[in-house]
């Protein structure tokens, strides 16, 4: 009897120091602008954390969303070498343009059949946005994104939104029982416990990354000093990054020639049925192309047909997007010097983005 007292008192203690730290974040987290910038979104948490800051935002400005592909991340800023690549992503630009704060929900590898998801989420009142801002491009109608497990980035994104997985893209233990009772739990810890809602932020704040991705990284570094490589100079450096920037340009040319619009393309059909939705509702939406840079372009696919595809998608948006969507076309003013790869732009060209969204938005506020 003993033991069991000392391990409920222990267990208790446990529960109270977790619950005062949670508290303590709560309270520190409240109205923190940090929630408004770009992470790493590889679980349901920091979105939740998001979804809830954009609930609760007061005040007469407009609430402003971005979302999309790696082009509204943004985070390509920082791998060629700009520090402050958070204060010049699209959001950024925006907010400055609009003089409200925009919530920056891009990520990596993001396809139609995510923003459909995520647009699920963002339409459930109160976090409704004002505006919405997301991207199309001919990269994610690739025929690598047709079947099975790839049709999806983030399979977590359609079930927190309550959707169902789409044919072929679940995991074959996705019915069993104990999947179902650890998706449950999942669900509930998100959604009631702060700390574990923020683990992946906070782990990347704090520590630069998760704890075993920085073991990792202290194990190389350590495996280094004891067996020195041979010094890499500037040259080699200058020669990697070229090595860095063919492969991009070899994968973004490899998915390029199998895009297409056919109806039987899930992210055809994502991408209608969340335009649908949008038209539904009214929801004020400006999609934009994900222009290529115009230097490469040539060199990722025939003009011909790229110039066919470009016309196919803007009319799919124009014929189901209703009155609220407006389109944006790939943008002459973004020359090939605000490409930082094949499709990445630099602050300017962010800016120069921006400028344009944002002249769409007050048009149709000017229209009401």
């Known amino acids: 009897m003993d033991v069991i007292k000392r391990l409920a008192v222990t267990l208790g203690m446990v529960l109270l120091a977790l619950a005062l730290v949670d508290g303590l974040l709560r309270i520190t987290v409240a109205g923190a602008g940090f929630l408004l910038e770009p992470h790493e979104l590889q679980d349901a948490g920091m979105l939740v954390a998001k979804l809830e800051a954009l609930e609760q935002r007061p005040g007469p400005r407009p609430k402003v969303v971005t979302t999309g592909s790696s082009v509204v991340f943004g985070g390509a800023m920082k791998s060629h070498g700009n520090d402050a690549w958070q204060n010049h992503t699209l959001a950024a630009k925006l907010a400055q343009q609009l ?44 025929a690598d994104f047709a079947a099975g497990a790839s049709q999806i980035s983030r399979p977590w994104l359609r079930e927190l939104a309550g959707m169902a997985p789409l044919e072929g893209s679940a995991s074959p233990s ?7 009772v650890e ?12 700390l574990y809602r923020l683990r992946s932020s906070l782990q990347q704040r704090l520590f630069g990354g998760a704890p075993g991705d920085r073991l990792a990284e202290a194990w190389k570094h350590l495996n280094h000093q004891l067996r ?44 209608v049925r969340l335009l649908e939705r949008l038209a539904a509702v009214g929801q004020q939406t400006v999609v934009f192309y994900a222009t ?22 803007r009319a ?19 020359t090939a010097e605000r490409f930082l790869d094949p499709s990445h732009l630099d602050a300017e060209g962010h800016r120069v983005l921006a ?12 229209e009401r």
Do not use: C
């Open 174 to 180: 996705y019915g069993h029982p104990a999947a179902a």
């Open 183 to 194: 998706r449950t739990l999942k669900r509930w810890l998100v959604r009631h416990w702060l």
């Open 316 to 334: 799919l948006v124009e014929r189901h997007g209703g009155a609220t969507v407006t389109y944006i076309p790939p943008l002459a003013q973004l």
């Open 355 to 366: 400028e344009m969204v944002a002249a769409a938005f007050r048009a149709t506020l000017e």
């Open 228 to 271: 020195p490589s041979p010094e890499t100079t500037a040259e080699r450096l200058e020669e990697q990054a070229f090595e860095r920037q063919l492969a991009l340009i070899m994968k973004t040319k490899g998915r390029l020639a199998t895009a297409a619009l056919d109806v039987e393309h899930p992210q055809r059909a994502a991408l």
């Open 99 to 142: 003089d409200a704060p925009v919530l920056n929900l891009g990520m990596d590898g993001m396809l139609p059949t995510d923003i459909e998801a995520i647009t699920e989420l963002l339409l459930q009142r109160p976090r409704r946005p004002d505006l919405l801002v997301f991207d199309v491009n001919l990269r994610a109608f690739s």
């Open 292 to 313: 290529e840079n115009p230097q490469l372009a040539p060199q990722l696919l025939a003009e011909q047909r790229a110039e066919a595809l470009r016309a196919e998608l």
